[in-house]
């Protein structure tokens, strides 16, 4: 046994000469390249078993607009110290300006503000656990009014997510604010059409294959953008379903003095209830679509009035809706 061992090793020994006069020695390949980050990303991705966040970068502003594009846009965000415009007051605003074509095209990002204000009052603990905006943060700032005029009255449309929320808000607040056509991004674009389950921004955002720094309105402002803007199929995208819906007339019908017996039928079809301090009538009220207008009559006139009764309408545009 230990003849044949050494034998063995006598062999490799034998073939080093060798390997010196003829071949040299055996030179190591070169390592590939290690995959990029995007390239792991895909793996990943393409295994079936992994679903990647990517980060979402906001657009630069652009030096030159693009031709075709004549209409501006401006999507904004407003973090305040509570839900009542009445009382409570903004303490940050964002927006980001686009251009956008008549048929809904998005172009360039062509200006950005964001702002921090200091309240009249101290920041709940519970707006700062939400928004990461503290005392210290806000104290001494004001926001500059003619950066954000600026934008705002230029703009075609004001998009928020949730504008019956920041048009309140923002009109309290300046009165740059009034007189501008709102669109709201939560109910005037049908999102479950759409594949999302949900319509808050970060459902949104998630949904889409990405992550961003929420609940900081400038953040939020280019991630929203982002989502209006994405494309799914030979589809249009979700700005241009906004943009589409915002110029259509809708119809708010007050079943004004309706029988009380009948609340429970008026809620189930999605009545609300206005109890007059808001300036509206004290009454259910709903909101439709122009092409939907006769439908509502007639179910008000046979299934609740039993009587041919002419409830207060009111027609609602884009410079109408949205507001407190």
């Known amino acids: 046994m230990s003849v044949h061992r050494d034998s063995q090793l006598d062999m490799f ?5 060798a390997m010196a006069e003829g071949r040299g020695p055996s030179r190591r390949r070169p390592s590939p390249p290690a995959p990029s980050a995007e390239d792991m990303a895909r793996a990943l991705e393409e295994s079936g078993n992994y679903r990647i966040l990517r980060k979402l970068a906001a657009r630069p502003v652009a030096v030159a607009r693009q031709p075709g594009f004549s209409r501006l846009g401006v999507i904004l965000d407003t973090e305040t110290t509570g839900l009542n415009h009445r009382s409570d007051e903004i303490i940050e605003i964002g927006a980001v300006a686009f251009t956008f074509s008549d048929d809904g095209a998005v172009g360039d990002v062509v200006g950005i503000y964001g702002g921090l204000q200091q309240p009249s009052r101290p920041i709940p603990p519970d707006i700062t656990r939400l928004t990461g905006i503290t005392e210290a943060m806000v104290e001494g700032q004001v926001i500059d009014m003619a950066s954000l005029s600026a934008l705002i009255e230029p703009a075609d ?7 019956g929320f920041d048009r309140p808000f923002c009109e309290a607040f300046s009165p740059i604010f009034a007189g501008k056509a709102w669109a709201c991004s939560v109910s005037e674009i049908d999102w479950s059409a759409r594949g999302f389950e949900g319509t808050k921004l970060g459902y949104l955002v ?4 990405y992550f961003h720094e929420g609940h900081r309105a400038v953040d939020d402002c280019h991630a929203l953008l982002e989502i209006l803007d994405r494309q799914q199929g030979d589809g249009e995208s979700p700005f241009a379903e906004l943009y589409r819906a915002s110029q ?3 119809i708010r019908i007050f079943a004004e003095h309706s029988p009380f017996e009948m609340k429970d039928h008026l809620k189930a079809r999605g009545y609300r209830w206005s109890d007059g301090s808001d300036g509206r009538l004290k009454s259910w009220w709903i909101e439709v679509g122009e092409d939907d207008l006769g439908g509502e009559l007639s179910f008000l006139r046979s299934e609740i009035y039993r009587w041919e009764a002419d409830p207060p309408l009111v027609r609602l545009t884009a410079f109408d809706r949205f507001k407190a």
Do not use: T, Y
């Open 206 to 209: 998630g949904q889409a294959g």
């Open 248 to 250: 259509r007339c809708r």
């Open 13 to 17: 020994a034998k073939a080093s000469p």
């Open 157 to 163: 449309l004001i998009i928020a997510h949730n504008a």
